[in-house]
């Protein structure tokens, strides 16, 4: 059986990363910190497969990841080429961006989500040692991660590559789904979990305080601050979430749409993007300023509608990356694909930046003229985003 909060929290992930873009709200990052969220979710899975498959569950995670992206570039990439795009051997990270793949002005905001997939792959390549050095040191593997990120802020390591910081701020969250497909968030007494979510929480919270960005307390904007915090959330959300979601399954609605987002969440966060950044001139023409209920409320219902209208016509290509019966829209009680992702004990755990050339769709570049500012959305070194005051913005969530 699916754990279906697994799949609700995924849901809710999915949506609140498209209302963030379109509306930038910055308290949407502290009220669910979605990209965090969803890292942490992935690494629960990643770990389930890898006790289950070992190594070989690198390529069945590569295997669903991939061809998704793939359908985007065939629609991007010569679009790209067409309007400045210089071909190089850099447009092959198209197919495998194990780097930020090149993009030209337009295409930098359009396809800026693709930060996320660089940063998993890295994740899923990295997973197997990463997952043995967790089955033999739990706590120091875990802690790893947040000691790079504050080595990195406090400026102890200098000058790090994009993916590096990735791992800092980032790869906490998977290894915190590690410990949660091991059974230990579960396990964690109350007195222990609750205290420490909360000293993360207000360390978190204060470091973003004293340290505000250019677009306030927004998460994305203060690396430290978004881990702390998001660990905090994460440490509550997944260990102590609720064992079972009857109510969502006596709701049909809601039901049908949870399984719906989770089977086509890939298709849908890398195809909002552009339609944010296309809406954009919307905002001069109509006047749906980012202080207008009415118009931000548009904005978000057409995002949403053209993003359905997209994953129709390709969103089927998720269930043969995941070797499914191709549905048209997603039906029934979901099967799993991976191992289930609910916590079990498992095996026995012991105690214990600038670069001249062109833009790429996952780093920072200044943004086409015209359009707003970028937002270096969750992470810095993915791509930029109009700012939510000229009509849309993004960020990682």
């Known amino acids: 059986m699916r754990n279906r909060y ?21 308290s949407l990052t502290l009220v669910f910190p979605a990209m965090s969220v969803m890292f942490a979710l992935a690494g629960s899975l990643m770990a389930a497969s890898l006790t289950r498959s070992g190594p070989a569950a690198v390529g069945r995670r590569l295997r669903r990841l991939l061809p998704s992206l793939w ?25 495998f961006p194990i780097a930020d793949p090149p993009a030209n002005n337009w295409g930098a905001l359009a396809l800026s989500v693709i930060w996320y997939l660089r940063d998993y792959l890295w994740f899923v390549l990295a997973s197997p040692i990463a997952f043995w050095l ?20 406090a400026g102890i390591y200098q000058a790090p590559s994009p993916v590096l910081r990735e791992f800092g701020l980032y790869f906490g969250a998977w290894m915190l789904g590690f410990a949660h497909q091991a059974g230990m968030l579960r396990r964690l007494a109350g007195r222990i979990l609750y205290p420490l979510a909360s000293v993360l929480a207000l360390a978190g919270g204060a470091w973003l305080v004293t340290h505000p960005g250019p ?63 296309a809406l954009t001139p919307l905002v001069d023409v109509v006047g749906w300023s980012h202080q207008d209920p009415l118009g931000l409320a548009i904005r978000v219902l057409l995002v949403f509608v053209l993003v359905g209208l997209v994953t129709l016509a390709v969103g089927w290509v998720e269930d043969v990356a995941a070797r499914r019966r191709p549905e048209l829209i997603p039906a029934g009680s979901p099967q799993p694909i991976e191992p289930s992702s609910r916590p079990s004990a498992g095996p026995s755990i012991p105690a214990g930046a600038g670069s001249s050339g062109p833009p790429t769709a ?36």
């Open 6 to 26: 697994l799949d609700l929290l995924r849901f809710l992930a999915i949506v609140r990363v498209v209302v963030y873009h379109v509306t930038g709200w910055a």
């Open 71 to 95: 359908v985007l570039a065939v629609v991007f990439v010569p679009a790209m080429l067409f309007t400045g795009l210089s071909l190089s051997p850099r447009v092959l990270l198209w197919l």
């Open 134 to 153: 967790f089955r033999k040191a739990p706590l120091p593997t875990l802690l790893a991660p947040y000691l790079l990120l504050l080595a990195i802020e």
């Open 215 to 277: 677009r306030g307390y927004d998460l994305n904007d203060n690396h430290l601050g978004n881990a702390l915090w998001s660990a905090a959330f994460i440490l509550i959300a997944l260990g102590r979430g609720p064992a079972g979601m009857a109510w969502l399954e006596r709701s049909r609605l809601a039901d049908r749409a949870v399984t719906v987002v989770n089977r086509r969440a890939l298709t849908i966060y890398l195809w909002h993007m552009p339609f944010v950044v």
């Open 362 to 397: 996952g780093s920072s570049s200044p943004p086409a003229a015209g359009l707003p500012s970028p937002l270096t959305a969750e992470p810095t070194g993915r791509s930029p985003v109009p700012q939510p005051r000229s009509g849309a913005e993004i960020n990682a969530g």
